[in-house]
């Protein structure tokens, strides 16, 4: 039997909160999603049962980092993701829940960005914060929702004022070395007319780490405004993650997501884009490497509420070993989202016969006037693409490794930082070997 | 001076009996043409000699320069100089031309010795000019989303940029206009020396006004039933098959399903 009890009580929650000098805001959504907490049920993702996994019980809420004095003082695995040498950098780096580095271009402060630590901004920034934290994924939505609001220990917060187009990425580097349980919260807000890049990685500095690491993070598109959020998640065997990924669009917004997913321990990711304003679009692109004995399902939700949205889903997952990856699409226009459009498409290359994969496209319509389509499939590596490769000199092994690489392609040749880039291919090059 | 010799070659597919004893030599320097109409077993020599999984070779032997092919896998047969040119090339999304190609030249070239970036994009730039080809195929996905003359172009690039030994050119006229099917002469005209041999299949003459072969054979019910030089081409445009036919009181059969 699991244990139910939640490890944490109000009295720890109120210290916390008033240690780090949090707003009365901040410390009543969270007393009051601890209360929640005990009592929502634990979310319900398609065809994995996660009533045994262990999102709850933890002994330490909080380690402490010393911020970096440089970069320099990065771990090597780190240190390659980020460009040490340009001076005006605009790059977040956490160590567990602390911000070791954070540095934004000054042309981006003049005019106004945000782009800070979460600690920080609920401190600076209190009544911006709080308009947006815990709106676009709800307290009541499930237990592993309420807890986190409850226990938020880590996190970042970017603004971009009406009309500014930040035209480099924004980097964030969340480095997991000793944390037992990572709360963190991002969130993103492109007010009206506005366009930020976005490009997160999640890396564990030890092979094997039993901790929970519970993210959500909620991206606001406001009207006319345009998101491109990239994430390569690489945490290590023995972690067991939560991520909740989740954009709104307002009018004629777009919000654009590349995931590699590259996790070695145990996942349910959810990644939700809700296109609320008319003419609104949103991109999912997501792969995903499995292998061991992890389990991972991966549900991506496109929900259409405005008229004359666009939506589209692209999931590509390789399964290796005895691994399991269940792919969850959903496409789901409502009623009144007239002239909508729902695309989806989910591929699953199985490379080894113990492993399980599942691609579930699902669609769900409640309006006359739209488009829908859907393409799904679980197979193994085409033999004639092999004969075709191998009949031009190249080794079976070299062969299959070409074709792996095309099949993630969709995903890193968004991912807009180079260095980035190449970490995903080097994780995707380790994890398929 | 590279040989590929065929002899005495029997292929089953699906334990159906297609080639029933083909024997052929083809030497470095010459042009060989197989005609013969639809499902004679001309595709089906092209896949054994490459290797093709689905066929089985169940009697005979080719070589190369007194090599066993047929105990090679087919990225082996690759290095060891032989190409085929295929009919329907295989799209591979994700992984570009130029990926692609330069993968294929460094799997020759084995480790230690892979071609300089500098080197590999002057040789495909050249060749690729010469193929009248948009330079932006070497950044897109390999033959995906190509139109039928763009993925025979493609092949013959790819001919072009791995100088193999002995190629096969399993119906690279099929579906070409007259100015991609120029074009494509060109390229296989420009390989011709001493090093190269090639073995052209088409069941159309056409193919041959622009690369004039020095043999020409006619493949039917599974064997080579008749071989001659150019002029034999001319004669099969001009009179068809049936001549051959009645020569050698051969009844229709179809041996080869249309691939």
Redesign the interface.
Known sequence: MIETKLPFDQQYVRSFSEGRGEPDWLLHVRLQALAQAEQLPLPKPDKTKIDRWNFTQFSTHLVESAPLSSLEELPEEVKVLIDIDEEQKNVYVQRDHTCAYVSLADELKEKGVIFTDLATAVREHSELVQKYFMDGVKVNEHRLAALHAALVNGGMFVYVPKHVQVNVPLQAVYVHEKAEALFNHVIIVADVGSKVTYVENYISTCERSEAIVNIIAEVFALDDAQVFFGAVDSLAKGTTTYVNRRGITGRHARIEWALGLMNDGNTISENVTRLIGDGSFGDTKTVVVSRGEQVQNFTTSVIHYGKHTEGYILKHGVVKDEATSIFNGIGKIEHGASKSNAEQESRVLMLSPKGRGDANPILLIDEDDVTAGHAASVGRV????L??????????T??ER??I??????VV?EIPIERVKKQLIEVIERKVK | MATLTIKDLHVAIDGKEILKGVNLEIKGGEFHAIMGPNGTGKSTLSAAIMGHPKYEVTKGSITLDGQDVLEMEVDERARAGLFLAMQYPSEISGVTNADFLRSAINARRGEGNEISLMKFIRQLDEKMAFLEMNPDMAHRYLNEGFSGGEKKRNEILQLMMLQPKIAILDEIDSGLDIDALKVVAKGVNEMRSSDFGCLIITHYQRLLNYITPDYVHVMMQGRIVKSGGPELAQRLEAEGYDWIKKELGIEDEVVEQEA
């Open positions: 085409d033999p004639t693409q004969y075709y490769l191998m009949s031009r000199g190249i080794s079976k070299e062969a070409l074709i690489h095309g099949f993630l392609a969709p040749n």
